[in-house]
């Protein structure tokens, strides 16, 4: 049972193994979250922003829970740990379609590229947050980089520049 246990945290926390990418994996898995919000912006037409946000909620909850587990068998903020890339992607969709902006290719692309300098560069909050304790300390860097990421998007949106 707890090797079964172990598998199931394990495939959670590197988003179905791409978190064991042995280049980028925050990267990979920030493909693996454009993938899953474009086939619900795909197939969900009414909710979709909602879906895709709730489906970002639960996410932080279970990487909460399992934060504890995986820093315990591979280390503080590990890089197999990609759930926070997925959740981070997640928000500026979300909330695009919520505001009612169709998601273009170039959205799709910009957004995608604007979130990984973001994630990487850590501008503030990101660094500061990055620096809690526990499982907060890994996801809510992430989830700054969504936002910042989220308000990039609507500015060059609203001055017509994707």
């Keep these: 049972m707890n090797k ?15 978190g064991k990418a042995p280049v980028a994996p925050g990267t990979f898995g920030s493909l693996g979250s454009l993938i899953i919000a474009y086939f ?8 979709s922003g909602y879906l ?7 996410m932080y909850y279970t990487g909460l ?13 590990p890089g197999i740990f990609v759930i926070d890339e997925v959740i981070g992607y997640l928000i500026p969709i ?15 692309i910009f957004s995608f590229i604007a979130f990984r300098i973001f994630d990487v560069l850590k501008i503030w909050p990101a660094k500061d947050l990055e620096k809690m304790e526990g499982g907060h300390g890994i996801l809510l860097d992430d989830v700054a980089a969504g ?11 609203q001055f017509d520049m994707i």
């Design 65 to 77: 829970q399992v934060a504890p587990w995986c820093e315990e068998k591979y280390g503080k903020d």
């Design 4 to 18: 079964t246990n172990d598998l199931m945290k394990e495939t959670f926390v590197s988003f179905f193994f791409l």
């Design 147 to 157: 936002f910042q990421t989220l308000i990039l998007v609507l500015l060059f949106y």
């Design 52 to 58: 895709i946000l709730g489906l970002g909620a639960i």
């Design 94 to 108: 979300g909330f695009l379609i919520i505001f009612g902006i169709k998601i273009t290719t170039n959205i799709w």
């Design 40 to 47: 619900i912006v795909d197939n969900v037409s009414e909710f």
